[in-house]
């Protein structure tokens, strides 16, 4: 593990140097949002990018957690342009129509050289009231809020490189390749994964210390159809909502495709697919005899419905291939410093929580970051939840997809995951959207202080112990069923046992019902279920239902307004 990095007590910083209070490496969405929130409340900060825009980027498939995020972070800090990433048709109206929709997560289930099981495939459909998502088109959404960014007084800079960080006790000096130099209260490094700032401290783990493994490959493409065209499966065995309407992910042993389509939402007028394969690089390991395209093309003749879907297809940029995605940092704050997000860690792309995860980490920063600027009070004490929450956020995870990679070679396996996955996504909205309604009727930030008092952060619903033991119970009995301890079928039976016998569990979805593999929440379901929440869940559930409706009745004809 690194040692402690210490600032030195003096650094000799030039007469030219140019002054400002925030410095951040990186205008991806964490270092365009968080620069926009600062500047916006009256923060002086630099934004910096070895790149320039626009350009290429991944984590295109938004969730139901990441919009509400958007909204909080949009309300609280007064910067309006964040809300309107939040759903499709604004997105489309406000940023452009290059965007798809996100009407579900779609998962099937593949062996080598056969055809699907229809009887093998799980779909969960958004409720409207939790979000109305989209896939984004990255290029344009990262570049319209780096010009956010520039519109709030930020100074930008592109094609800027780091030559030299250096700290001291009033703040650091960072010096760039063509000579500039700035001074800065607070250095952000949101760079990812190539972090100047973790190369400078030696902060990466080696090896990383997650449990989950796994490499990639991606691209966008166009002319890939929709798999509802190609599959061959009969009508009354398709889920309630086209596999195009939504993320769909192609599950293959210790593996997954993901097809997300821009071309899918009316109003859009990009043609183009994001196309990926993930796969542990210890199960396969990456070749040294074949290009990414060919290796692709390999596991596409693996599985043949799969196969179907890029028939007349190709690709519209080169490929990106990956070594480990997994990477780990011993520490996140230091003195005057945060490594934030996806320059903090990484786990994979499946279940979309990149930008969540992101969205939370910047709403935890900035906040400690806005009063260090008023009382000068930068102690790495100040920052500690944030170094929390960004280990909660990814060691959590690392818990759910490895568990998720685990059982995808078993369907009953894979179907108790999808419901420990999908049955707390509500509640975690839940907490969120309960404390934005009371905020907007009375401006009082306690109520996102209120978000952040719990033992567990980083967990999607917090608050919840019952939720954490059904958690780790999974991950649990996934990796016995790893080893060879248990057989699919009991490790399934053990996980359905936790899910059904909880009384935090939501059964009114039919969460609780594997047989039900198509979850689609109706407008009479969303009703059952605030009625179970109110009078017969359990305590957690209860208090948590109970806080959203009386957050609703307090913000009055506004809440319906507020929670599309």
């Known amino acids: 593990m690194a040692t402690k990095p210490q600032p030195a007590t003096a650094v000799a910083v030039p007469s030219t140097a140019k002054q400002c209070d925030v410095f951040i490496l990186g205008s991806g969405l964490a270092g365009t949002t968080i620069a926009s929130i600062l500047a916006k409340q009256g923060a002086n900060v630099v934004l910096v990018d070895a790149a ?23 309300e609280r800090y007064e910067v309006p342009e964040l809300a309107k990433l939040a759903d499709v048709g604004t997105t489309t109206r406000e940023v452009g129509p290059m965007v798809g929709t996100k009407v579900h997560f779609g998962f099937i289930r593949h062996d080598k050289g056969k055809e699907p099981d229809p009887k093998e495939t799980t779909q969960f459909a958004i409720p409207k009231l939790l979000a109305q998502n989209s896939h984004l088109f990255r290029q344009d959404s990262d ?23 250096d700290f001291d006790d009033d703040g650091v000096t960072i010096t760039g390749r063509n ?30 210390r997650f449990k989950h493994h796994s490499r990639s490959m991606f691209t966008h493409f166009i002319g890939v159809k929709p798999f509802d065209d190609v599959s061959g499966h009969p009508q009354d065995q398709r889920p309630p909502i086209p596999w195009h309407k939504g993320t769909l992910h192609h599950m293959i042993d210790r593996g997954w495709f993901w097809i997300i389509p821009f071309d899918n939402y009316e109003k859009s007028m990009n043609p183009l697919c994001s196309v990926g394969l993930t796969i542990d690089e210890r199960t396969y390991p990456k070749p040294t005899d074949m290009t990414p395209e060919e290796e692709f093309n390999h596991f596409l003749d693996l599985y043949p419905a799969v196969k179907r879907q890029f028939d007349g297809a190709h690709r519209v940029r080169e490929w990106v291939s990956t070594d480990r995605l997994q990477y780990s940092s011993s520490r996140t704050i230091g003195h005057r410093w945060c490594l934030m997000s996806h320059a903090a860690g990484f786990i994979d792309p499946l279940f979309s929580r990149g930008l969540s995860n992101t969205m939370e980490v910047v709403d935890a920063l900035a906040s400690r970051i806005l009063a260090a600027l008023k009382d000068g009070d930068f102690s790495e004490e100040r920052f500690q939840y944030v170094e929390a929450v960004e280990t909660g956020l990814l060691n959590f995870n690392d818990e759910l997809v490895n568990s998720a990679f685990i059982s995808f070679s078993h369907f009953k396996l894979w179907n108790a995951v999808f419901r420990v996955w999908g049955c707390f996504i509500t509640p975690g909205v839940m907490r969120l959207s309960g404390a934005r309604l009371r905020y907007v009727v009375d401006g009082n930030d306690r109520h996102f202080q209120a978000l952040e008092k719990t033992k567990n952060p980083g967990l999607w619903w917090p608050e919840s112990t019952e939720f954490q033991r059904i958690l780790e119970a999974m ?53 059952r279920f605030i009625r179970w929440g109110l009078f017969a869940a359990g305590p957690d559930m209860r208090k948590l239902t109970r806080f959203v409706i009386s957050g609703a009745l307090k913000a009055g004809p506004r809440a319906r307004q507020l929670l599309k």
């Open 52 to 74: 320039q825009h626009p350009r290429f980027a991944i984590g295109e498939s938004q969730t139901p957690q990441l919009a509400e995020w958007l909204h909080i972070l949009a």
């Open 475 to 527: 991950a649990e009995t996934c990796e016995k069923y790893e080893v060879g301890e248990l057989s699919g079928d009991a490790a399934a039976d053990i996980i359905l046992k936790v899910v059904q016998e909880s009384p935090e569990v939501n059964p009114t979805f039919g969460w609780k019902d594997p047989e039900l593999r198509f979850v689609a929440p109706s407008s009479w379901m969303l009703a």
């Open 143 to 165: 570049a319209w809020m780096f010009y956010v960014a520039a519109r709030y007084g930020v100074t930008t800079r592109q094609l800027w490189f780091a030559t030299d960080l």
């Open 179 to 208: 000579g500039e130099v700035f001074r800065a209260k607070y250095l952000i490094d949101a760079s990812g994964f190539r972090s100047p700032l973790a190369e400078k401290f030696d902060l990466r783990e080696k090896p990383a």
